[in-house]
T-cell receptor, first 114, second 111 residues
Framework: EPEVTQTPSHQVTQMGQEVILRCVPI?????FYWYRQILGQKVEFLVS????????KSEIFDDQFSVERPDGSNFTLKIRSTKLEDSAMYFC????????????FGPGTRLTVT | AQSVTQLGSHVSVSEGALVLLRCNYS??????LFWYVQYPNQGLQLLLK??????LVKGINGFEAEFKKSETSFHLTKPSAHMSDAAEYFC?????????FGTGTRLTIIP
C-alpha cells in the first residue's frame, strides 16, 4: 500500500541553523501539508500546498518557514533560523483530492533544537 | 473558527470491554469530522470520517462513530477492546484543507 515517507526520522540542530525536512508524498496525490506537534500538545496545521503554491497557511507559518516541491516526488519544509520553540514532531501529509479532505500522514520527523 | 475538545487525556479499559472516546466540536459551518489513531513511533492513520449522509460511520479495526449535530459530538466507540487498540486517538474537524485536531486521548488496554 502506498505511504507517505519522511526523512530524517530525527534531526538535531543548533539554534540559528537552517534545517530542511523532507517528505515523499503518495505519488498520485495533488495536495500536500505540513503539521507539527510540540511534545504534549495537539497536532497543529502549518501549511497546505497545491499546484506549486501555498493554498493556506497558519499563523505559525511565518517568514522563517518555507515549503517547496523541488521535483516531481519530494516536498520539503525549510526552517531558516531555528529557535528552541521549533522543537517538535513535524508531520507531512498528502491527499488526492480536497473534496473529502482525507489526508494521509507520514511517520514524522522529530526536530530537536539545542 | 473551528475547535475540537476531547474529554479525557487518558482512558483505560479492560480487554473485551466497551471503548468510548469522547469528542465535541465547534464549527460555524457543517463540519467534516475525523478520527485518527497514532501508534508509537508511527504517523497518524485515518480510522474513519464523516462528511455527509449517514451519521453512523464505520471505520477500520471495528471502530465506529456517530455524528450528533444536536450535541455537537462525534464520539468513537468499539464494542470490545483488544490489546492492539492501545494507542493515541485524535479527533479532528475540517471544512477546508486544514485539519484542526483535539489534544488526543491515550487509550490503555488492561489485560
Amino acid at each position: 500500500e502506498p505511504e507517505v515517507t519522511q526523512t530524517p526520522s530525527h534531526q538535531v540542530t543548533q539554534m540559528g541553523q537552517e534545517v530542511i525536512l523532507r517528505c515523499v508524498p503518495i505519488s498520485n496525490h495533488l495536495y500536500f501539508y505540513w503539521y507539527r506537534q510540540i511534545l504534549g500538545q495537539k497536532v497543529e496545521f502549518l501549511v497546505s500546498f497545491y499546484n506549486n503554491e501555498i493554498s493556506e497557511k497558519s499563523e505559525i507559518f511565518d517568514d522563517q518557514f518555507s515549503v517547496e516541491r523541488p521535483d516531481g516526488s519530494n516536498f520539503t519544509l525549510k526552517i531558516r533560523s531555528t529557535k528552541l520553540e521549533d522543537s517538535a514532531m513535524y508531520f507531512c501529509a498528502s491527499s488526492p483530492l480536497v473534496a473529502d479532505y482525507e489526508q494521509y500522514f507520514g511517520p514524522g520527523t522529530r526536530l530537536t533544537v539545542t | 473558527a473551528q475547535s475540537v475538545t476531547q474529554l479525557g487525556s487518558h482512558v483505560s479499559v479492560s480487554e473485551g470491554a466497551l471503548v468510548l472516546l469522547r469528542c465535541n466540536y465547534s464549527s460555524s459551518v457543517p463540519p467534516y469530522l475525523f478520527w485518527y489513531v497514532q501508534y508509537p513511533n508511527q504517523g497518524l492513520q485515518l480510522l474513519l470520517k464523516y462528511t455527509t449522509g449517514a451519521t453512523l460511520v464505520k471505520g477500520i479495526n471495528g471502530f465506529e462513530a456517530e455524528f450528533k449535530k444536536s450535541e455537537t459530538s462525534f464520539h468513537l466507540t468499539k464494542p470490545s477492546a483488544h490489546m492492539s487498540d492501545a494507542a493515541e486517538y485524535f479527533c479532528a474537524v475540517s471544512r477546508t484543507e486544514k485539519l484542526t485536531f483535539g489534544t488526543g486521548t491515550r487509550l490503555t488496554i488492561i489485560p
